[in-house]
């Protein structure tokens, strides 16, 4: 199954994709687009000889009303949003309707929503005293954080001391969670039914 992985940050997790045993000869990620010239996962691309799009109208960029024909001149069958801070475009959320999934660093649909990303979301875990978290992988639709959940891993956050605490734990279970949720796509395991995501075993 050919993917590809929208990015804005470190890229740990399109890092944990790539070198994923599951995903190995069962997925390939043929290319990685971020809304950032300089994104720093691009280096973890190149490194893997993945091609690289940056997005928008500058220079030597991908315009947003280019990106459907890209992903399938491409044959893209899943995109993969992996720390990607900006909107899908409507016409895109169209096209891959329930081809499209966003990890996020907390347990949906609490924590979600415009702003919260990155350490703005484990603050608000941390202040709220929640004992746990978790993260979640989710279907995109035309609003932030707002398409249906399709699988959700937690973490003990009890004991932790600070937000970073928090965000380190839940950084560990999305480089396992995300690779598990792409396989499953992959194997044609997942379907909706009642509004009810359903991943065969
Ligand atoms: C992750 O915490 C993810 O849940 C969120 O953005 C962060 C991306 O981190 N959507 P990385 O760039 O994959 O390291």
Redesign the pocket.
């Known amino acids: 199954m050919n993917i590809a992985v929208f990015?804005?940050?470190?890229?740990?997790?399109?890092?944990?994709i790539i070198n994923s045993k599951e995903l190995k000869n069962l997925v390939e990620v043929k290319a990685v687009f971020s809304d950032k010239v300089d994104c720093?996962?691009f280096e973890i691309a190149r490194r893997n000889s993945i091609d690289t799009f940056c997005l928008g109208n500058k220079e030597d960029c991908v315009g947003y009303e280019q990106l459907a024909n890209q992903l399938k001149s491409l044959k893209i069958e899943l995109i993969v949003?992996?720390?990607?801070?900006k909107l899908i475009p409507h016409i895109i959320v169209r096209e891959f309707k329930n081809r499209i999934i966003?990890?996020?660093?907390a347990l949906l649909p609490s924590f979600g929503g415009k702003g919260m990303?990155?350490i703005h979301?484990h603050e608000s875990v941390f202040k709220s005293s929640a004992q746990v978290s978790g993260?979640t992988v989710h279907f995109i639709d035309e609003e932030y954080d707002k398409g249906f959940i399709i699988a959700q891993r937690c973490v003990d956050i009890s004991n932790v001391n600070s937000p970073a605490e928090i965000?380190e734990r839940?950084?560990e279970v999305?480089h396992t969670l995300l690779p598990f949720v792409i396989r499953k796509f992959a194997e044609g395991k997942i379907s909706i039914k009642e509004r009810r995501v359903l991943i065969q075993g």
């Open positions: 990015v804005s940050g470190i890229g740990s997790n399109l890092n944990a720093p996962a949003l992996a720390g990607f801070l966003n990890i996020h660093p990303y990155g979301v993260a965000a839940v950084l999305e």
